[in-house]
């Protein structure tokens, strides 16, 4: 079965396809850049809502 891909709500439109787009299957999100769907980066659940986590606050964010 082909996999459901979903657009974030916040992904731009227009004709550069610039837009993040997630699928979940099997007990692992994939995620994807709209311009590049061959590249899908695949995770679990758990790890994508530890990442998200961290990045909102701004664990991420460098002084460099």
């Known amino acids: 079965m082909a996999a ?3 657009k974030s709500s ?3 439109t227009g004709p550069d396809n610039n ?3 997630l699928s ?3 007990g692992l999100v994939r995620l994807r850049e709209g311009d590049d ?3 899908v980066l695949a995770t679990t659940p758990t790890t994508l ?3 998200l986590r961290a990045a ?3 664990r991420f ?3 460099s």
């Open 4 to 6: 459901v891909w979903r």
């Open 56 to 58: 909102k606050s701004g």
């Open 10 to 12: 916040f992904s731009g």
């Open 37 to 39: 769907p061959a590249v």
């Open 24 to 26: 979940a299957a099997d």
């Open 19 to 21: 837009c993040v787009e």
């Open 61 to 63: 964010d460098g002084d």
């Open 49 to 51: 809502a530890a990442f």
